[in-house]
């Protein structure tokens, strides 16, 4: 007879899924609030958003221990930059933090998958979308977690941005207004939670623009 043993994970995938579209002047970042593993849900009310600097907003799917680890990595990192530099981080200053931060790990990585939203220095919305262990992109428009695999292909058919490729390069924000493109990412995620088990509950968006910043919140189903 073989001999068996129980397999022991450091890593659980906690579900969830998580959107942000840059426009010209604005950001939506937007999550679900549950947090499953396995067939159970955990909570069904957990913020997957944090709030890093005045103008840069991220969200994490993915094993929420190790994203709450990583938060308050880039949390201690930001405090230490604005002691040096009296000023808050810009958006892609933070992009880099965040990739260094998760390169540095890549032999036991944080097992997160991360967007990160806001304003940059132009004060253009901007989107920044990333794998495990640090490779990033400058985007118009991203999805992360469980329901990405849903959510991507309506989002491309709804804002394709043209290929990077194409000269002279083409801005990567997307054309739609701020109330447009809350709408949709509220279709988004009322579409993904009927397909996802791991996406459901609550949606919770955080919109970043010239005036601040606000959250909005929609329920979607609990089943």
Not at 15 to 25: E, F, Q, R, S
Not at 190 to 208: F, H, N, P, Q, W
Request: hydrophobic letters at 35%; aromatic letters at 10%.
């Amino acid at each position: 007879m073989t001999k068996q043993q129980a397999n022991w994970s450091p890593y659980d995938n906690n579900g969830g899924t998580c959107v942000a579209i840059a426009g010209a002047d604005y950001c939506v970042i937007a999550a679900d609030t549950r947090m499953s593993t396995g067939y159970n849900i955990l909570t069904r009310d957990y913020s997957k958003i944090i709030q890093l600097a005045d103008k840069s907003v991220m969200a994490s799917s993915g094993f929420q221990a190790d994203v709450r680890a990583l938060q308050k990595v880039l949390a201690a990192r930001h405090l230490i930059y604005q002691h040096q530099h009296n000023k808050q981080m810009s958006c892609p200053a933070m992009a880099q933090l965040l990739s260094n931060t998760l390169y540095y790990k890549r032999f036991f990585p944080y097992y997160a998958f991360n967007v990160l939203g806001g304003l940059d220095n132009e004060g253009k919305g901007c989107v920044f979308t990333y794998d495990a262990v640090g490779s990033y992109e400058r985007v118009g428009y991203s999805s992360q977690g469980s329901g990405a695999t849903l959510i991507t292909p309506f989002l491309d058919n709804q804002l394709k941005s043209p290929s990077p490729l194409l000269l002279p390069a083409k801005d990567a924000v997307t054309p739609l207004s701020e109330s447009e493109a809350i709408d949709l990412v509220k279709t988004c995620f009322a579409s993904a939670t009927e397909r996802d088990i791991y996406t459901g509950d609550k949606l919770e968006m955080v919109i970043l623009n010239a005036s601040g910043i606000r959250r909005e919140y929609m329920e979607l189903r609990k089943d």
